[in-house]
C-alpha cells in the first residue's frame, strides 16, 4: 500500500514527491514486474505520431501507465502528444513526472563505473537514460562486482565512433526475478 499511497501523492503535488521513494516503493508493490515489456515497441507508438492519430495516441499511453505509471518513456511520449493537441497542463503533468523520475536515477550517481552506478528498477530506465542522452547502445553485459549485478552498457554518442561504458545497478530487478524463478522451482518441487 505504500506505492499507492506515495503514486496518490504524487499525482497531487509532484514538486514535492520524493521520486526516488517511490520508485524504490514500487519494488515491494504487487504490480511490479522489472520485465514487463507488453508494449515495449514504441516504433508503433512513432508511427502513430507522424500519422497525427493522437487521440489513439492518448488512449495507448493510458493503457500503458496504467499498468506502471513510473514507465518514463511513455509519460515523456504523453507530454509530447497532450502539447499537440493543445492539452497543455497534461503535457506539463506528464514531463514533469518523468523529469521527476529521470532525476532520482541521476541523483544515484554518475554511471561511471560500479561504484557510481545509476540504480534502476528496471531495465526500460537504462534506455530510457540513453534515449535521453541521445546514446546509442553497442552492447549490453550483465556483470557482478563486489556481490551487486550490473548491467554495462557500451554506448556512443550521436555520430561519434568513440565508445564509452554506462554503469547500471540492476540488484533490485535481478531479486525479483530471483523471487520468482524459487516461487517456481517451489511449485514444480
Partial sequence: MEYEKILSDAL???????????????????????????????????????NGKYEELCKTLDTILGKNYLNILAHLISAMVYSKIGEHKKSAQHENFAIGLLESILKSGDGHSYDTAFV????????????????????????????????????????????????????????????RFKSSENKIN
Fill in 12 to 50: 497531487t503535488d509532484p514538486e514535492n514527491t520524493d521520486f526516488t521513494k517511490l520508485r524504490l516503493s514500487y519494488t515491494s508493490s504487487a504490480g511490479y514486474n522489472p520485465y514487463d515489456y507488453e508494449y515495449e515497441d514504441y516504433s508503433t507508438i512513432l508511427d502513430d505520431i507522424e
Fill in 120 to 179: 534502476v528498477i528496471s531495465t526500460s530506465e537504462e534506455y530510457a537514460i540513453t534515449m535521453i542522452f541521445k546514446l546509442s547502445v553497442i552492447s549490453q553485459k550483465l556483470q557482478k562486482h563486489n556481490g551487486r549485478n550490473y548491467d554495462v552498457l557500451t554506448v556512443r554518442e550521436g555520430n561519434s565512433e568513440e565508445e564509452l561504458d554506462i554503469y547500471f545497478n540492476v540488484d533490485l530487478p535481478l531479486t525479483w526475478l530471483d523471487k
